[in-house]
């Protein structure tokens, strides 16, 4: 399940010892903040784009392997001949 930065901000700030109540708006917006600079730091891709990366991909692989069983078949005839 995909949590939002937000989502995973305010667990984090609800996780802290009850001491912390007071200054738990700051903290969570400190979570939130240090959690979307390091996001940003990723080499991140859509969902979309990785999905039809992959198809492609696959695609790619059927093509390759028709091709080397021709490839095969070719110099097998060849071998016979």
Avoid: C, W, Y
Avoid at 8 to 20: D, Y
Avoid at 25 to 52: G, H, I, K
Avoid at 71 to 80: D, F, I, P, Q, Y
């Amino acid at each position: 399940m995909v949590r939002s930065i937000e989502d995973i901000a305010q667990r984090l700030a609800q996780a802290l010892p009850p001491q912390f109540g007071p200054v738990r708006d700051e903290v969570r917006a400190n979570f939130r903040a240090v959690l979307q600079s390091q996001l940003s730091r990723l080499d991140l891709v859509p969902r979309e784009e990785f999905e039809a990366t992959r198809e492609m991909l696959a695609h790619t692989r059927r093509k390759l392997d028709a091709l080397e069983r021709e490839v095969e078949a070719l110099e097998a005839e060849r071998g016979r001949g």
